[in-house]
Each structure stands twice: as C-alpha cells, then as structure tokens.
Nanobody, 124 residues
Framework: VQLQASGGGLVQAGGSLRLSCAAS????????MGWFRQAPGKEREFVAA????????YYADSVKGRFTISRDNAKNTVYLQMNSLKPEDTAVYYCAARKLRSELRSSSNEYDYWGQGTQVTVSS
C-alpha cells in the first residue's frame, strides 16, 4: 500500500486547508486510517483517525471542533479539513493506514503504512 498526501501550504491564522491522502496498491477499505503531525523539534503526534466505514472518528483535543476527518472509499482517499488554523498547527502532516484493523487508535505504532508528509505552515 502506498499513501500520497497532498494539500499542504502556507495560510494565515484563522484560515483553512484541506489535506488529501490517496491510497494505492492492495488497499483495505475496511481498515482505519489516520493523520499525524510533527513540528520541528517535537515528536510526531496524533491528529485524527477514522474507521473503515467512516462512521466513527476520533480527534486529538487540540484539534477537536476545528478539524474534520472523512474518507471516500470509492476513491481510496482520506481527507482532513482544517479550519480556524493556528500558528501552533504548523507541522508536517502525515497520513497513515492500518493494515487490517478497523479500530481507531492514536498511537503511531498501530499504523502499518505511512505517506510522505505534506507541510502546513500557519502564519500569525
């Protein structure tokens, strides 16, 4: 499975961006997927996760109410809509997929496949 993240960029505080993550190869639409981010000098942290059906989602407290994760299994794509962006949201954002399991997890160790990352920069 290959994951290709896109949609990052430079935006002013309060603005919005939508990230996309396209999966290819032997994908499993029933598996959970997630977004993580890593800011300079910091560890990678969980942002959001979504179940295989898209019916269940899970967010980090820091983004709850501002970010929305969704997926289109017909397109093998997961999205992260980011609104009301803050400078502290600046990071490289990575999408990730579990190989078989559908349960939502916030630990990066639970994910088997990773995209290459897309830079999000929020200016104040």
């Amino acid at each position: 499975v290959q994951l290709q993240a896109s949609g990052g960029g430079l935006v002013q505080a309060g603005g919005s961006l939508r990230l996309s993550c396209a999966a290819s190869g032997r994908t499993n639409s029933g598996a959970a997927m997630g977004w993580f981010r890593q800011a300079p000098g910091k560890e990678r942290e969980f942002v959001a996760a979504i179940s295989g059906s898209g019916g269940a989602t899970y967010y980090a407290d820091s983004v709850k109410g501002r970010f929305t994760i969704s997926r289109d299994n017909a397109k093998n794509t997961v999205y992260l809509q980011m609104n009301s962006l803050k400078p502290e949201d600046t990071a490289v954002y990575y999408c990730a997929a579990r190989k078989l399991r559908s349960e939502l997890r916030s630990s990066s160790n639970e994910y088997d496949y990773w995209g290459q990352g897309t830079q999000v920069t929020v200016s104040s």
